[in-house]
């Protein structure tokens, strides 16, 4: 079964500038996640999608957008890009059980560096 | 106070040594836990996913959870070289859903 998918999985950006994340979950996971990932702040969640719908945000601006289409694929975007911005984002996807658990894997990532 | 906290590294032990990774998290109702490793400039890899207190073993990992003390751990029998890497403790903060909240990190080193 192939895993989360990624793309693109390098990009150099302006600052100002605008940057779209694509992300494709393990076949039948229903649950696709964001996190940032940086040297000083680690590993940070940004949102959660599931059915379409975002379920849970972290704590991040609105410059941070996400999207979740009827395949279960997920796009992150980020406007107006800073120079913080810079980082290794990762998506994570869930097959969706009831009660605790929900195991989440992580795709390779996107390295995004704003210039 | 951050809410998952890792003991600081690095952390050397021989090869075929135990290694012993410590984590602390603050939100009482959590109810999933999780160790993953990152190697270097690769994404994170789940090792192992605990829900209820007591030990879970799956081979030479073992997690140990207790909830009372709001600590997690996780050891490495007979650490190889390979096992070298940065081991993050995660916690889902929802019963429902994914918002996980993932420690600094721990970099484990073992020497050959």
């Known amino acids: 079964k192939a895993g989360v998918t990624q793309t693109p999985r390098y990009l150099i950006k302006t600052r100002g500038q605008q940057v779209t994340l694509s992300c494709s979950p393990i076949?039948?996971?229903?649950?696709v996640s964001w996190y940032q990932q940086t040297p000083g702040q680690g590993l940070q969640f940004l949102f959660e999608?599931?059915?379409?719908?975002?379920?849970n945000k972290g704590n991040f601006p609105g410059r941070f957008s996400g999207r979740q289409f009827s395949n279960s694929r997920s796009e992150m975007n980020v406007s107006t890009l800073e120079l913080g911005d810079s980082a290794l984002y990762l998506c994570?996807?869930?097959?969706?059980?009831?009660?605790?658990?929900?195991?989440?894997?992580f795709g390779e990532g996107s390295w995004l560096t704003v210039v | 106070q951050k809410e998952v906290e890792q003991n600081s590294g690095p952390l050397s032990v021989p090869e075929g040594a135990i290694a012993s990774l410590n984590c602390t998290y603050s939100?009482?109702?959590?109810?999933?836990f999780f160790w993953y490793r990152q190697y270097s400039g690769k994404s994170p890899e789940l090792i192992m996913s605990?829900?209820?207190?007591g030990d879970k073993e799956d081979g030479r990992f073992t997690a140990q959870l207790n909830k009372a003390s709001q600590y997690v751990s996780l050891l490495i029998r007979d650490s190889q070289p390979s096992d070298s890497a940065t081991y993050l403790c995660?916690?889902?903060?929802?019963?429902?859903?994914?918002?996980?909240?993932f420690g600094p990190g721990t970099r484990l080193s073992v020497l050959p």
């Open positions: 994570a996807s869930s097959l969706e059980e009831t009660g605790s658990g929900n195991t989440i894997y």
């Open positions: 076949s039948g996971h229903r649950s």
């Open positions: 999608y599931f059915s379409e719908t975002q379920r």
């Open positions: 939100d009482r109702g959590s109810q999933s």
């Open positions: 605990i829900y209820s207190n």
């Open positions: 995660a916690v889902n903060r929802q019963n429902y859903g994914q918002n996980f909240v």
